[in-house]
């Protein structure tokens, strides 16, 4: 499985309505999740920086990347 797919299935998961973006409520489970971390100014500096595009969503591409640059 490769990077693409696993953030994919990850992205799947905390859609949780289905509308193919990771909102900011959603963002704050995948990074206390993902980062054990807990504390919406954390989540939200994070959010902030993987927004490229400043729609105030995750895409599924700023999700790759954001996983990508974090797991390095």
């Known amino acids: ?3 693409e797919q ?3 299935e990850l992205f799947d998961i905390f859609d949780e309505n ?3 973006v990771i ?3 959603e963002f704050i489970a995948l ?3 993902l980062l054990h971390q807990k504390g919406m100014s954390f989540s939200s500096d ?3 920086h993987f927004d490229t595009n400043h729609d ?3 895409s ?6 954001m996983i990508v640059e974090l797991a390095l």
């Open 1 to 3: 499985m490769n990077i």
């Open 6 to 8: 696993m953030v994919g």
């Open 18 to 20: 289905k509308d193919g």
């Open 23 to 25: 909102s900011r409520r």
């Open 31 to 33: 990074a206390e999740s």
């Open 46 to 48: 994070i959010f902030n």
């Open 56 to 58: 105030n969503v995750i």
């Open 60 to 65: 599924r591409e700023e999700l790759i990347d």
